[in-house]
């Protein structure tokens, strides 16, 4: 590997113990990536920092203790307890206190304190074509995608030594003859009325990550979707499958146009969508099958973490009525601030919504236990719920899950995209 001047005195412990630790560690995995050097980062999004088991937390304590502290601006993804909201995550005291002090060593290291999963609607936005290092799946495919920086998929607990050191390998998606893509999606066989549902994006993301594995896809007539939209079809894809970029043409930055998103190569592969394709999609986002008016325990919602804009949906959806069995809202600290300015937060608690900051509920204990029926409209919640809480899932829209909270019932409508 070409290391410069400034590497080299870093793995030699000149920036400290600490920096030269991190450094070790991203040399030799850059080594067995296959890089031939490093490159500067502009900012980091640390996934490490979610308590799996004491190593982790112990690892970041050594890094605190040797010195390390981030080079860029560095945010952090959701931890194992929600820091607002006493009593809200069922952790055992030693655990509770070991996930506590994690959280604390990163914040000690100069990471700023977001706990989202969704950085990019707390204000963390690189800009198109800047190198970064985000952990995290859907905040990497959103990265890649929606805002045009670069990323790799930065994993516990190579991200932090990436904001330590300011530096990450040049390879993967950060070379731009990675990032072009490969598989055409033709999508304008698809009903308008379907692409404007807001089922559409977890669904069509979901398909894409088993149907493409890691491979980059364009696709080709959805219209003009919302960063919303984006953020669904992103962690959904991300969650059944690996992609960590996607294009939309005529939409997302490096898709201006086909020739844009393929740099000027044809397709390796067409593939056009059908709506079976996604009826069958949609049916295997479920685990079990129920009928309308049959009893369900919790409707969850909110993976990726809800952003302004959908907790006002989901205020518009309830109205004046109440959950009659619990619905839990996933979100920021972040959002949480601005919709407390006009009361909302207070609102959605009198009408039985459950609040979750700082973390959700498929990575720490807050669903009660023993099991049971679980509604959501997230594409991400419906991969991970029922291995990571034990309860079965039934996938559906955000006004059926409204809907199905407060009747405490499930209530669906018949969603076909043909």
């Known amino acids: 590997m070409q290391l410069t001047a400034t590497d080299r005195d870093m793995l030699?412990?000149?920036?400290g113990e600490g920096s030269?630790?991190?450094?070790?560690?991203?040399?030799?995995?850059?080594?067995?990536?296959g890089a031939a050097e490093l490159l500067d980062i502009d900012s980091a999004h640390i996934d490490g920092c979610l308590y799996h088991g004491d190593s982790g937390a112990l690892f970041a304590e050594k890094l605190v203790s040797s010195g390390a502290r981030v080079r860029v601006p560095t945010t952090l993804n959701v931890g194992a307890i929600d820091l607002l909201h006493g009593g809200r995550v069922r952790l055992a005291p030693d655990a509770r206190d070991m996930a506590r002090r994690m959280m604390s060593a990163y914040v000690a290291m100069g990471c700023r304190a977001t706990w989202t999963c969704a950085p990019y609607q707390a204000g963390h936005r690189p800009g198109v074509g800047r190198d970064v290092a985000w952990g995290e799946s859907n905040a990497v495919a959103f990265c890649n995608s929606v805002l045009g920086a670069r990323t790799n998929r930065y994993g516990d607990f190579l991200d932090i030594c990436a904001a330590i050191t300011g530096r990450a390998p040049r390879a993967g998606l950060h070379v731009t003859e990675q990032r072009r893509a490969t598989v055409l999606i033709d999508a304008t066989h698809l009903p308008r009325a379907f692409l404007e549902s807001d089922i559409a994006y977890p669904i069509l993301g979901a398909w894409l990550g088993r149907e493409v594995g890691s491979s980059i896809?364009?696709?080709?007539?959805?219209g003009r979707p919302g960063e919303d939209q984006l953020k669904a079809l992103g962690a959904a894809a991300a969650s059944s499958g690996s992609v960590g970029l996607f294009h939309v043409i005529g939409v997302t930055p490096e898709a201006s146009t086909r020739e844009a998103a393929f740099g000027d190569r044809p397709p390796e592969r067409i593939v056009t969508l059908t709506a079976s394709m996604l009826n069958a999609t949609r049916a295997a986002l479920s685990t079990v099958e129920l009928s309308p008016g049959d009893p369900i325990d919790a409707v969850a919602i909110g993976s990726p973490h809800l952003s302004v804009e959908e907790l006002r949906q989901l205020d518009r959806a309830i109205g004046a009525r109440r959950c009659g069995v619990p619905l839990y809202a996933c979100t920021s600290r972040h959002s949480l601030g601005i919709i407390a300015a006009d009361g909302l937060d207070g609102r959605l608690k009198e009408r039985g919504v459950v609040c979750i900051?700082?973390?959700c509920i498929v990575v720490t204990?807050?669903?009660?236990?023993?099991?049971g029926i679980l509604v959501t409209n997230s594409g991400k919640f419906a991969h991970y719920a029922?291995?990571?809480?034990?309860?079965d899932v039934v996938?559906?829209?955000?006004?059926?899950c409204v809907d199905s909270a407060i009747a405490?019932?499930?209530?669906?409508q018949p969603a076909d995209p043909s």
């Open 12 to 15: 030699a412990g000149a920036s």
């Open 20 to 33: 030269a630790l991190a450094m070790r560690i991203l040399v030799e995995t850059a080594r067995m990536l």
């Open 217 to 222: 896809a364009a696709f080709y007539g959805l």
């Open 357 to 359: 900051a700082d973390t």
């Open 365 to 371: 204990p807050i669903l009660p236990q023993g099991g």
């Open 386 to 391: 029922p291995a990571n809480t034990g309860y």
């Open 395 to 400: 996938f559906a829209s955000l006004q059926d």
């Open 408 to 412: 405490g019932r499930l209530q669906l």
